[in-house]
């Protein structure tokens, strides 16, 4: 059974830095598109960064996030990250991770079969 389980979110200040996981099981995730979503209360889930295979430069971020977000794999241990710094009040959101066999535009999580439970990331002072 594919399973995609998150951690690593929590009450940060502004300014600072988080990385969040996301561990597979179930599957290899390095042949799957692996996309970052966030959902702020009353708002839609909208896609941070996705990562369309595991070659270099495959990796897409949303230009609200792009210089603050970094998606990598470790495929050794099957599982994803998303590097955050900088963080703001706007970036308080649950953060979701998933999984499709491919998908273009990885950004649209319309596209993903699997998703993880979230872990809530809060920017706050």
């Known amino acids: 059974q594919l399973q995609l389980v998150e951690s690593g979110g929590g009450l940060v200040q502004p300014g600072g830095s988080l990385r969040l996981s996301c561990s597979a099981s179930?599957?290899?995730?390095?042949?799957?598109?692996i996309g970052w979503f966030r959902q702020a209360p009353g708002k839609d889930r909208e896609g941070v960064s996705c990562?369309?295979?595991?070659?270099?430069?495959?990796?897409f971020y949303a230009d609200s996030v792009k210089g603050r977000f970094t998606i990598s794999r470790d495929i050794a241990k099957n599982t994803v990250y998303l590097d955050i710094n900088n963080l703001e009040p706007e970036d308080t959101a649950v953060y979701y991770c998933a999984a499709v066999g491919y998908y273009d535009p990885c950004l649209d999580p319309s596209g993903y079969d699997e998703w993880g439970q979230g872990t809530l990331v809060t920017v706050s002072s």
């Open positions: 179930g599957f290899t995730s390095s042949y799957y598109t």
């Open positions: 990562d369309l295979t595991d070659r270099d430069g495959d990796s």
